[in-house]
C-alpha cells in the first residue's frame, strides 16, 4: 500500500520524509525519478510525494504536482535550479548593515517568489547596528510602497522577533538572503535550541559566509514550516518570457496595458505608462532599474 508524505531534507540520495500519520521515515529514489534528465523535476524540499514498499527500504515512485516552487538559474545559468517546492510565502532577509544590503539582491529574490507562486515578505535584520535607522526607514519606505509587508527585526535586541515568531508559526515559509544577514540566527530566535550553524561576516569583504550547507525543512513547535536553504546573492530568473517580466513587479501592475505600444517592454519605447510613472514617483527609479535589468537577462536568455 502506497504512503504520502512530504520531503523535509535530502542527504546524499536520502530522502527524509515526514509522512502524513506524522511518522518520519527515509526513503531513496528508483525508476524514473532517479534518472530523469530534466532538473525541473527533481524532488526537492517541500515535495509532496508517494511512498511504496515496507518501512525498512521505502522508495518514492512518484512527485505529485506542486503549487508553488523556488527555482533559480543554477551556475552559470544554464539550468535550472529548484530549491523548494508547496510552499506558501519567501522570506527575503536582508541586513541593515555587516553586509550592507543591496536592493538590486533583494528585488531578484522577490521576483523568484512571484514567479513561483510564493507571497513575499522582507526582514530588514540587524537594526540594532549603529547608524542604521535611516537605511532601515528608506528600505520599509522602498519595499512597503511596492506592495510587500516589511519587518524590521534584531536578532540581539529583541525586536521584532515576536512579530517575526507570529509569521512564521503560520503554514509554510522558505528564508532566503545573502549570507550573513542572520536567517539562521532569527530562526534560532523563533525557536531557541535549534541546532543550526551560526555564520560570522568577513572582516575583510563585509559580506557573509555560507553556513547552512543543505536545504532543509524545519517543523517548529508552533506548527509552522520553514525552509532553511544556503544564502545565495545571485538569483537569476529561469524560464520566464522577457514580455512577462513585468508581472513580478506589484507595483507597476496599475500601469500595465496603458501604454501607447501594446507590447511595450517599458525600456525605450515613448508614451510608456510606467515609464511616466517613474517619473512621477508612483515607481521607485530604484526597482524600476531591477526590471530593466531584469527584462535584459530573460531577452538574452
Excluded at 546524499?12 to 530534466?38: F, M, P
Aim: aromatic share 4%.
Amino acid at each position: 500500500m502506497s504512503r504520502l508524505g512530504t520531503v523535509h531534507q535530502v542527504l546524499g540520495g536520502v530522502y527524509q520524509i515526514h509522512l502524513d500519520d506524522g511518522s518520519l521515515a527515509e526513503a531513496s529514489i528508483r525508476g524514473r525519478l532517479k534518472h530523469t534528465a530534466d532538473p525541473e523535476d527533481r524532488v526537492v524540499i517541500g515535495d509532496r510525494v508517494r511512498l511504496a514498499g515496507p518501512d525498512d527500504s521505502l522508495t518514492i515512485e512518484e512527485c505529485l504536482e506542486r503549487t508553488s516552487r523556488l527555482i533559480r538559474a543554477g551556475s552559470g545559468g544554464r539550468a535550472p535550479k529548484v530549491m523548494a517546492a508547496n510552499l506558501e510565502r519567501l522570506v527575503v532577509v536582508v541586513a541593515a548593515a555587516r553586509p550592507d544590503p543591496h536592493t538590486d539582491v533583494v528585488d531578484r529574490m522577490l521576483a523568484l517568489g512571484e514567479l513561483g507562486g510564493l507571497a513575499g515578505v522582507v526582514i530588514i535584520n540587524k537594526t540594532d547596528l549603529p547608524d542604521t535607522a535611516a537605511t532601515v526607514a528608506d528600505l520599509k519606505e522602498l519595499y512597503e510602497g511596492a506592495g510587500y509587508p516589511v519587518m524590521p527585526t534584531s536578532a540581539e535586541g529583541g525586536q521584532g522577533i515576536e512579530a517575526l515568531r507570529e509569521l512564521l508559526c503560520r503554514g509554510s515559509s522558505v528564508l532566503v538572503g545573502p549570507s550573513g544577514a542572520g536567517k539562521s540566527t532569527l530562526i534560532r530566535q523563533v525557536q531557541p535550541g535549534l541546532a543550526i550553524r551560526i555564520g560570522e561576516v568577513s572582516e575583510r569583504t563585509g559580506g557573509g559566509r555560507h553556513t547552512t550547507v543543505s536545504s532543509r525543512i524545519i517543523r517548529l513547535e508552533c506548527g509552522g514550516l520553514v525552509a532553511d536553504t544556503p544564502g545565495f546573492g545571485e538569483a537569476g530568473l529561469w524560464g520566464i518570457d522577457p514580455s512577462e517580466v513585468d508581472s513580478l513587479f506589484p507595483e507597476m501592475e496599475p500601469f500595465l496595458g496603458a501604454c501607447h505600444f501594446r507590447e511595450c517592454t517599458h525600456v525605450h519605447e515613448p508614451n510608456c505608462a510606467v515609464k511616466d510613472a517613474v517619473e512621477a514617483g508612483r515607481v521607485d527609479p530604484r526597482r524600476y532599474r531591477s526590471y530593466v535589468d531584469l527584462q535584459a537577462a530573460a531577452t538574452e536568455s
